[in-house]
């Protein structure tokens, strides 16, 4: 793990949701410097964790899916990705919120102790 280098691969759905959420911020909540800092902020932190993606502990892994999720928290958002042949995959952008809608396997604790 010490000195590997990983590549990127940013999914489809993951920029169309990233859109969704800017275009929501700029153009409903009339915030166009909110949705830009939402989009530097989220390219920022994948960049920081490029160098190092399995330093975290898997947030879950769902039955239908090889490799375990991993997880990026930026402000209230959440980035999920997974590494796989020297790739970190990043696959969905949620409103952190959303998390509790993820239907996650026993093996990975996803409980909070910050939840209500």
Known sequence: MLGEKYTLDIRPTFIE??????A????HLHNQMAADKLVVD?????DRTLDHPLVTAP???PPDVNHPYYAIHVGNY?????VHDHV????WFRYSRSVRSLSPNPAYD??????E
């Open 59 to 61: 947030c879950y892994r």
């Open 88 to 91: 970190m995959e990043v696959r």
């Open 78 to 82: 959440t980035i999920y990705y997974i």
């Open 17 to 22: 949701e990233l859109d969704r959420a800017a």
């Open 42 to 46: 989220v390219y920022n932190a994948i």
């Open 110 to 115: 996803t409980s909070s102790p910050y939840e």
């Open 24 to 27: 929501y911020i700029e153009l």
